[in-house]
């Protein structure tokens, strides 16, 4: 049987479901009404299935593991995650700068510095700043990041939406193990 890398994600989830669920009951109450052996044996019996139910899932899982590595490599799938995940750093890294504030006008800048020479000296006692800081970045530049990151955007939507098509279209071979205890836990 085959299936979906999709739907591998889906009885992966299931599969942890299920096995957070089983419990495994080491110890028993027994009151003076009960007959040990029985209860003992219930309780016994309880965890012996939920191993081998355990067991049989995390096979199940760790094949499905496998395959939808080995499927995602052959179809090229890990190189587009690559691809996406560099996009949302420069998308991260550029929508910053997208933000910064531009160089101001140089005569600004002069005479803001004009103004800091001729202070008289009783204001720069009290605090004042002797210094203008000033950005670096041109607004062309900053138009310029912004670019980059509405671009980044639009490559990075184009290839989750390739991720999708090739995540549905995709088909990884389930051993007939594998099958059986997925039938057998209702997950297909």
């Known amino acids: 049987m085959n299936i979906t890398l999709r739907k591998a994600n889906a009885v992966q989830n299931s599969i942890n479901e299920i096995v957070k669920g089983l419990s495994f009951e080491t110890s028993v109450s027994i009151n003076e009404f009960q007959m040990p052996t029985t209860v003992i044996s219930q309780t016994e019996e309880v965890f012996a299935t939920n191993l081998a139910r355990r067991d049989a899932l995390l096979l199940a899982m760790f094949e499905i593991r496998k395959l939808v590595a080995k499927g995602n ?15 949302e750093k420069q998308i991260q890294f550029f929508n910053g700068l997208a933000t910064k504030t531009p160089k101001e006008d140089m005569s600004v800048i002069k005479g803001k510095l004009d103004k800091i020479r001729n202070a008289k000296e009783e204001s720069r006692m009290y605090g004042a700043r002797d210094e203008v800081t000033v950005s670096v970045l041109e607004k062309e530049d900053i ?3 912004k670019q ?11 290839l989750q939406d390739q991720l999708l098509e090739m995540n549905v279209r995709t ?10 205890t997925l039938t057998d836990e209702g997950i297909i």
């Open 171 to 180: 088909e990884i071979p389930l051993s007939e193990q594998t099958v059986k």
């Open 143 to 145: 138009a310029g990041f």
């Open 73 to 87: 490599d052959v179809a090229g799938i890990n190189d587009m995650l690559a691809d996406v995940a560099h996009l």
């Open 148 to 158: 980059v990151v509405a671009q980044s955007k639009r490559a990075k939507q184009q």
